[in-house]
């Protein structure tokens, strides 16, 4: 099974940023996936860094895809796992 991480911020629900919405779309999907929490201030975000080459979140890691933006995540999501 290809291992699925969402990194996100550290934002306590699903509601209140893009890091939410790709969440959401994971869930609404079925797709198994882990959480990591990353610091809120960017400079601290050295692993975002190193995997996309910005500080940004949400990133969502599945097997050798990386992907960046929301908006693309959620893409990404429908695209490969449908309506399960």
């Known amino acids: 099974m290809t291992r699925t991480v969402l990194f996100r911020c550290p ?48 990133v969502l890691v599945h097997g050798d895809e990386v992907i960046h933006d929301s908006k693309r995540i959620v893409e990404y999501v429908e695209e490969e796992f449908g309506n399960r």
Not at 15 to 20: D, E, F, K, V, Y
Not at 30 to 45: D, L, P
Request: charged share 35%.
């Open 11 to 58: 934002a306590p629900t699903d509601r209140l940023c893009p890091c939410g919405k790709a969440a959401r779309s994971l869930k609404e999907a079925g797709v198994e996936f882990e959480n990591k929490r990353v610091a809120v201030r960017k400079s601290k975000r050295p692993e975002i860094v190193e995997l996309t080459g910005q500080p940004r979140v949400p």
